[in-house]
């Protein structure tokens, strides 16, 4: 694996992988390596949250493990589970045998059933775990990551305290649809990425779209800042802005002015009614 | 290095961002790995150790810029032409230079656009313009007023637009998109030279404590500047979101439902007929009825428009939300906010279209609520929480205060939330006594934590209530 000796080559890095970092970006990347944190990202849908996790297992050529969050995630689903079937045709299997051999075999690796978090413990080579969403777990599951996050362990009572063979690099990313423990966020560095600048804005198009030209790659970064700069219900987020790219090229477009842009608000914003109000706007003056 | 870093994390305690011991400690760790030179890195790297919630960043920004100002990069670069105009301390020196070189080369340097020359021209505007005097505990925001207004900030848009012939349509906004960016670049350029000069002056703990910046949740509704306002209304929708959240945690913690025989028995046949695993219905969760009495005079306006703004980002938690807005008349204004409406625009119809007016345009909440009763009394039934929002001062009119007890006598519960510190009721020509005996509970409610902390109470109160009375 390689280590990084400064931000500056994070961020080299990352933009080998088509990823392009701002100053604020590859500071906590390195300073999260160097200490050996989670990172806790957040920021407003399609900024490239889960995409700096899988551009971080790129560079440093590692496996990415990923823990979906959702309502209802429980220890079965992200630590570890027992395959019961598994124990029970076991069990059936020789009937009659001493319950003491069997109770110690019955409870061993082959029995076990690994999910991400145990996964991301017991992998030989070093892996980035992210953890997507972690506001959409209830608080009580948020405390299973917490000795996760904290120790890179965690306890399985029939099997004692797994410690990480090789330390993960841990990504936990948030929606911000509800608050985080105190005590998860105490153990995370904490990334807020928001919307791009205007300039890196027009870089990142230019890097996902490559046949997008310069000048066209600059209107569609400042239409989308004109529009981010109102009140909306939904601004239009990075991907969004990428994928406007993309339509503009599919209809053969080389300039962007209000007629084509009213015309495709759909692909930018999901509401109607900002649809509407972004074209009252771009109509208006005249 | 140690000890600037432990006064900034206790200002940052002050300013009320919470700093953990192991925040700070991290803090301290990630010092080692940083140029210290470098200062967006430093800056980057606490935040990312110190802070741990979006809306803090700001906050945290103001605190670091005075803390870890820029030492003087060569002392005094504008040094020829700054002790004159400092010199004479009346600040009319200004007067004496001849301005228009520097503005036409700060033109020049916006359009090209030319960061490292607009540097130098902040500082050499500071140096001229500012007329800092030591020892003055003057805020940094009254220097920076006085520099652009010196430079005609205003008239820097036309001239820069100017050069270019007849753009129209969207090249012309965006054009002038990119030339506020920039202005707006220069604009924290010279802040930052103002700040670094007054920090040389009277030491980082007086100026962080003159240029703090309030946190958002605590920043006074009735009286916010209009920036202030606008990051407020960002913060609403994410705020009635985590609410709503937060709620549904709490309720679904309340108490489980009666059980459920069906879902028990299915779940016993993995255990072969024992019935191992009680399983209990959901509890029906009980919204209460809302009805929103808003006084919508200029002196309460603010809080009234974030009252109703709260509320109906909220609306799911109600089974229903009726708003009406009075000034001495009052109206129906429900059908004001349909979902995916403009709020402003709501706010804008209300003020048009709404009678809220009966005779002078000041407050009268004796007639508005005799008008409540009179036209909109069906509104009120047993199971409605009515939420009085004003001020309470009736310019020395009749109060009324037997209308307010009979709609408490209907009502569940009658909520009545304050703008104004505890400390003034009753002062003047606030009739806060005479409707206190009818309300269920009297809030001060000042800032947005504070209406939070309400609606949240109001949400809860409903669930646990209903509840009870079903056992």
């Known amino acids: 694996m390689s280590e990084f000796t400064s931000p500056g080559e994070v961020a080299d890095a990352l933009k080998r992988v088509?990823?392009?970092?701002?100053?604020?970006?590859?500071?906590?990347?390195?300073l999260a390596e160097r200490l050996d944190k989670p990172v806790l990202v957040e920021g407003p849908a399609g900024v490239g949250k889960t995409e700096l996790a899988k551009a971080l297992a790129e560079i440093h050529g590692r496996r990415l493990i990923r823990l979906q969050c959702y309502e209802g995630l429980d220890e079965s689903k992200a630590l570890y589970e027992w395959n019961y079937r598994k124990q029970l045709?076991?069990?059936?299997?020789?009937?009659?045998?001493?319950?003491?051999?069997?109770?110690d075999?019955?409870?061993?690796?082959?029995?076990?059933?690994?999910?991400?978090?145990?996964?991301?413990?017991?992998?030989?080579?070093?892996?980035?775990?992210l953890i997507d969403e972690v506001d959409r777990v209830e608080i009580e599951t948020e405390a299973l990551l917490l000795e996760v996050l904290a120790d890179f362990q965690a306890s399985i009572p029939e099997l004692g305290t797994v410690r990480a063979v090789s330390r993960p690099l841990v990504v936990l990313t948030s929606n911000n649809t509800?608050?985080?423990?105190?005590?998860?966020?105490?153990?995370?560095?904490?990334?807020?990425?928001?919307?791009?600048?205007v300039d890196r804005e027009r870089e990142i198009l230019l890097t996902r779209v490559p046949e997008l030209p310069q000048q066209l790659a600059e209107q569609i970064a400042g239409v989308v800042r004109h529009i981010r700069a109102q009140p909306?219900?939904?601004?239009?987020?990075?991907?969004?802005?990428?994928?406007?790219?993309?339509?503009?090229?599919?209809?053969?477009?080389?300039?962007?002015?209000?007629?084509?842009?009213?015309?495709?608000?759909?692909?930018?914003?999901?509401?109607?009614?900002?649809?509407?109000?972004?074209?009252?706007?771009?109509?208006?003056p005249r | 290095m140690i000890t600037i870093l432990t006064g900034f994390v206790s200002?940052?305690?002050?300013?009320?961002?919470?700093?953990?011991?192991?925040?700070?400690?991290?803090?301290?760790?990630?010092?080692?790995?940083?140029?210290?030179?470098?200062?967006?890195?430093?800056?980057?790297?606490?935040?990312?150790?110190?802070?741990?919630?979006?809306?803090?960043?700001?906050?945290?920004?103001?605190?670091?810029?005075?803390?870890?100002?820029?030492?003087?990069?060569?002392?005094?670069s504008s040094g020829e032409p700054a002790p004159a105009s400092e010199g004479d301390g009346g600040g009319t020196g200004a007067g004496e230079v001849d301005l228009e070189p520097i503005i036409a080369g700060l033109v020049g340097a916006l359009s090209a656009p030319d960061y490292a020359a607009l540097q130098a021209i902040a500082r050499q505007v500071v140096g001229l313009l500012a007329g800092i005097q030591p020892g003055r505990p003057v805020g940094g925001r009254y220097y920076l007023y006085r520099v652009l207004s010196r430079l005609g900030a205003e008239a820097l848009p036309a001239r820069l637009m100017a050069a270019h012939e007849e753009p129209e349509g969207l090249e012309r906004t965006l054009l002038a998109d990119e030339y506020r960016a920039r202005i707006e670049s220069f604009e924290s350029m010279v802040r930052d030279e103002i700040r670094r000069r007054l920090v040389a002056d009277r030491g980082r703990e007086a100026v962080a404590r003159t240029t703090r910046q309030l946190l958002i949740e605590d920043v006074d509704l009735a009286h916010a500047p209009r920036a202030d306002i606008a990051r407020m209304e960002r913060v609403i929708q994410p705020l009635a979101r985590k609410l709503a959240a937060r709620l549904a945690h709490r309720r679904r913690h309340l108490r489980k439902g009666r059980l459920d025989i069906r879902k028990t028995v299915r779940r016993s046949l993995s255990t072969g007929?024992?019935?191992?695993?009680?399983?209990?219905?959901?509890?029906?969760v009980a919204k209460p009825d809302i009805v929103l009495l808003c006084d919508i005079s200029g002196s309460v306006a603010t809080f009234a428009h974030f009252t109703m703004q709260l509320m109906y980002a909220m609306s799911s938690q109600f089974s229903r939300v009726r708003a009406f807005a009075f000034i001495d008349g009052v109206d129906e204004v429900t059908g004001f906010f349909a979902p995916g409406v403009d709020f402003h625009d709501s706010i804008g119809r209300i003020s048009r279209e709404a009678s809220v007016v009966h005779f002078d345009g000041h407050s009268d909440y004796g007639n508005v609520l005799g008008q409540l009763v009179e036209r909109h009394g069906q509104a009120i039934t047993p199971r409605t929480s009515v939420i009085i929002t004003g001020d309470g001062r009736n310019n020395y009119r009749p109060a009324n205060g037997d209308l307010l007890a009979g709609i408490a006598a209907t009502a569940r519960a009658v909520y009545w939330l304050n703008p104004e510190p505890a400390r003034f009721w009753d002062t003047g020509d606030s009739v806060m006594r005479e409707y206190a005996p009818s309300c269920t509970g009297l809030f001060e409610v000042r800032t947005l934590r504070q209406l939070e902390a309400f609606v949240e109470e109001l949400a809860m109160a409903a669930a646990t209530h209903t509840t009870a009375v079903k056992v």
């Not at chain 1, 088509?18 to 390195?30: A, M």
């Not at chain 1, 045709?89 to 109770?103: N, P």
């Not at chain 2, 007929?273 to 029906?284: E, H, I, N, S, Y």
């Open chain 1, 178 to 197: 509800r608050d985080l423990s105190d005590a998860l966020k105490r153990r995370c560095l904490f990334l807020h990425i928001g919307y791009p600048e």
């Open chain 1, 89 to 103: 045709l076991r069990l059936q299997a020789d009937e009659g045998a001493d319950w003491s051999t069997v109770e």
């Open chain 1, 105 to 129: 075999d019955i409870f061993g690796e082959s029995f076990l059933l690994e999910r991400p978090l145990l996964e991301a413990l017991r992998s030989p080579e070093p892996v980035v775990l």
């Open chain 2, 11 to 76: 200002e940052l305690r002050q300013v009320g961002i919470p700093v953990s011991m192991v925040e700070a400690i991290d803090a301290a760790g990630a010092i080692e790995h940083v140029p210290l030179a470098d200062r967006e890195a430093l800056r980057h790297s606490l935040a990312a150790c110190l802070v741990k919630n979006a809306h803090h960043l700001e906050a945290f920004d103001a605190a670091f810029d005075v803390f870890f100002s820029r030492q003087p990069p060569v002392d005094d």
């Open chain 1, 232 to 284: 909306l219900r939904k601004s239009p987020s990075v991907s969004e802005s990428i994928d406007w790219a993309r339509t503009l090229l599919a209809l053969g477009i080389e300039e962007v002015n209000e007629g084509v842009t009213t015309d495709t608000l759909h692909v930018l914003l999901k509401y109607q009614a900002d649809i509407d109000k972004v074209a009252a706007d771009l109509l208006g």
């Open chain 2, 273 to 284: 007929g024992l019935l191992a695993d009680p399983q209990f219905k959901a509890p029906r």
């Open chain 1, 18 to 30: 088509n990823y392009l970092p701002d100053e604020r970006i590859s500071q906590v990347v390195f």
